[in-house]
């Protein structure tokens, strides 16, 4: 068999003649003609089908950056966003979105059925994003509700259960997670968005950056906050061989997925979410008025605390946070 040695330009420089290669079975004599032709036809298939799966990923690009952009959203609700758009074209099996129908979205909202409401209600959103504004077909999205969601009160663990809980904690990041959520009273992705510029240490004092958070805070108004001696020491520790300037590396994910499996293994629910309950409920215990705990746990209007500076100024806040003495460990 002879074959063309070509250099990377593309340029042939001899023919050999190589011995003990066998032929592809497709460029074999077959018995029936039609052989010859079903391998090239299989490749054109695939090259084809390549082809439209670059378009379609060249298409979650462009809408999440759509999200980002135009929709000013933050930069792991875009990327969420654009997974729930991956898993429609996947149910779908489909290479072009734009052949999408209403029915086909009904469809696949009932892939939903059992699960919680919050999980539908994510998508929802993802799908109003992506065909109401980025595709402008509105029309095949109209139709569709949000659940209505039951409020269920979160059972507030004791200090006991806190301790239990932080005792079974085996690394230092994971343990200064604990802390900073249990006395800062801030989101679950606000803490583990922390930069190391985040923090004012000589003051326990976290302050969001206005250029990196900006997208966050248009919904979520974080303001400052503050955390205690306990969690100083523990963040102080982990920082002690940490050369990112992100304070954590843990994953939101596996951060959720370790915590579950340690919950249910010792029978406490724990999650930065309940960690944020307990730190409302137990300023209050102390004496903290609601609004000075809703300014920590990033509930006040911009427009309120453009308002009324003074009552929510770094310094104020500093006073009374400081003169709550909120303990976790002790």
């Known amino acids: ?18 011995q003990n290669v066998e032929e592809p079975t497709w460029m074999k004599e077959p018995n029936d003609i039609s052989a010859v032709f079903r391998k090239p036809m299989e490749c054109a298939r695939k090259c084809f089908q390549n082809e439209n799966s670059s ?3 060249r298409c979650y690009v462009q809408f999440e950056d759509f999200c980002r952009i135009d929709l000013q959203l933050s930069r792991s609700t875009s990327k969420l966003y654009r997974r729930h758009i991956k898993r429609l074209a996947k149910y779908l099996k489909r290479q ?11 469809n696949y909202s009932k892939t939903f059925d059992g699960l919680s409401p919050y999980t539908y209600s994510n998508a929802l959103k993802a799908l109003r994003a992506f065909f109401r504004d980025f595709m402008k077909a509105g029309y095949l999205v109209e139709s569709f509700r949000f659940p209505s969601i039951a409020y269920n009160p979160i059972i507030v663990p004791s200090k006991e259960d806190l301790r239990v809980f932080y005792d079974n904690l085996k690394t230092a990041e994971e343990r200064a997670l604990f802390l900073l959520y249990a006395t800062s009273g801030l989101r679950r992705n606000e803490v583990l968005s922390l930069l190391v510029n985040d923090i004012d240490f000589t003051k326990r004092m976290i302050i969001p950056r206005t250029g990196r958070n900006e997208r966050t805070n248009r919904t979520k108004r974080m303001w400052v906050s503050f955390f205690n001696e306990e969690a100083e020491k523990h963040l102080i520790l982990h920082l002690k061989d940490n ?7 843990i994953a939101s994910s596996t951060l959720a997925w370790k915590w579950s499996k340690m919950s249910k293994r010792i029978n406490i629910h724990i999650s930065p979410t309940v960690l944020r309950a307990w730190f409302a409920t137990e300023m209050g215990e102390l004496g903290v008025q609601d609004r000075y705990i809703d300014a920590f746990c990033g ?21 009374i946070y400081d003169k709550a003495g909120l303990k976790v460990l002790s």
């Open 1 to 18: 068999m002879f074959v063309n040695l070509v250099v990377g330009d593309g340029t042939a420089l001899r023919s050999e003649n190589v």
């Open 55 to 57: 378009k379609l990923n």
């Open 96 to 106: 072009h979105l734009e052949e999408v129908t209403t029915d086909d979205i009904r």
């Open 243 to 249: 050369d990112s300037s992100r304070i954590f590396s």
């Open 299 to 319: 509930r006040v209007p911009k427009s309120v605390l453009a308002r009324h500076y003074t009552d929510y100024s770094p310094e104020r806040l500093k006073r």
